[in-house]
């Protein structure tokens, strides 16, 4: 069994997972979904569509907590996910699974740093009105 291992080609062993990642203050959860995601997605297409349970399965969480990571994922631009249907062999309809599709990390940096800087703006302007209202309690009009 070792030696089908030691045959294939390195890159089908190992996925990249980007330094950037930590970086964005993802939960442990968020991250180990992420990493799967990135596991099994297809190299060319960007895609994968895996079920919450086989994701859960694989990361060991219940199908309730990876829709919360794959929220938070989404949140963060890291993924994309579209609705799938399916029909059956006597013509029906059905839901499918989610199509994944990973974007581009440094779409999710710049939108994280877009956000952070927002927060800042917000922590100056509440600084600065507190500042005013409390220099007109001094001076009552």
Do not use: H
């Not at 979904?33 to 919450?52: G, N």
């Not at 907590?65 to 609705?83: D, N, Q």
């Amino acid at each position: 069994m070792l030696w089908q291992y030691a045959k294939q080609p390195t890159a089908k062993r190992f996925f990249p997972l980007p330094n950037e990642i930590f970086s964005l203050g993802l939960s442990s959860g968020a991250l180990a979904v992420y990493s799967y995601l990135l596991y099994c997605e297809d190299r060319k297409t960007y895609q994968y569509w895996p079920s919450y349970r086989s994701i859960g399965e694989a990361v060991r969480m219940s199908v309730n907590t990876v829709r919360k990571y794959v929220a938070e994922l989404e949140e963060r631009g890291l993924v994309v996910t579209e609705s799938t249907s399916v029909t059956t062999r006597d013509g029906r309809k059905r839901n499918g699974t989610l199509r994944y599709t990973i974007l581009p990390i440094q779409n999710a940096v710049d939108l994280y740093n877009q956000r952070q800087l927002r927060l800042l703006e917000e922590t100056v302007e509440r600084m600065r009105v507190r500042k005013k209202l409390e220099g007109n309690e001094e001076y009552p009009a």
